[in-house]
């Protein structure tokens, strides 16, 4: 039985976007977690795998660190170290061929997350949610940035 609710132009975006959030965030890390990976670790292994020269540790921290903390960031670069999945030269961190082959399953279940989100909405809905959702930032007197 589905509950009655008011029309969606009377609903609160707070609310639905923090659900939202909440949701997607529990997906994905239970989903990451099948493959041995926590969603930090995941945004690191993302970003180093657009960049196959490595990237420093300030530079990985920076752009990833805004997604939940720098701290978090900083963890996972170790425990990608401890697990093999990173080399650190100093302070220029890259992938290693085991943590290639990480970021490919990761990112295998990261494509099915993204699937599943979207079914049912077009691209132009996807598109006009995000800008509604930066839109309403600015709105509010916020900003945020996304690689």
């Known amino acids: 039985m589905t509950k009655e609710m ?3 132009t009377q609903q609160p975006l707070g609310f639905w976007a923090l659900r939202a959030g909440e949701a997607i965030r529990s997906r994905t890390r239970g989903r990451l977690a099948e493959v041995g990976v926590t969603q930090p670790e995941w945004w690191v292994l993302h970003q ?3 960049h196959h ?6 530079d990985i921290v920076s752009i990833v660190g805004p997604n939940e903390s720098d701290d978090s960031i ?4 170790e425990t990608g170290i401890d697990k093999g999945w990173l080399d650190r030269s100093g302070d ?3 992938l290693t061929d ?3 082959k990480q970021f490919h399953a990761a990112a295998e279940v990261q494509q099915q997350l993204n699937d599943e989100r979207r079914q049912g909405i077009s691209g132009r809905d996807y598109a006009t949610t995000i800008e509604v959702l930066q839109r309403t930032l600015t709105n509010v007197g916020s900003d945020a940035w996304h690689w």
């Open 92 to 94: 220029h961190i890259r």
């Open 74 to 77: 900083a963890r996972a670069i």
């Open 98 to 100: 085991k943590g290639t």
């Open 48 to 50: 180093l795998s657009m």
């Open 6 to 8: 008011q029309p969606a």
């Open 53 to 58: 020269t490595g990237m420093s540790q300030d």
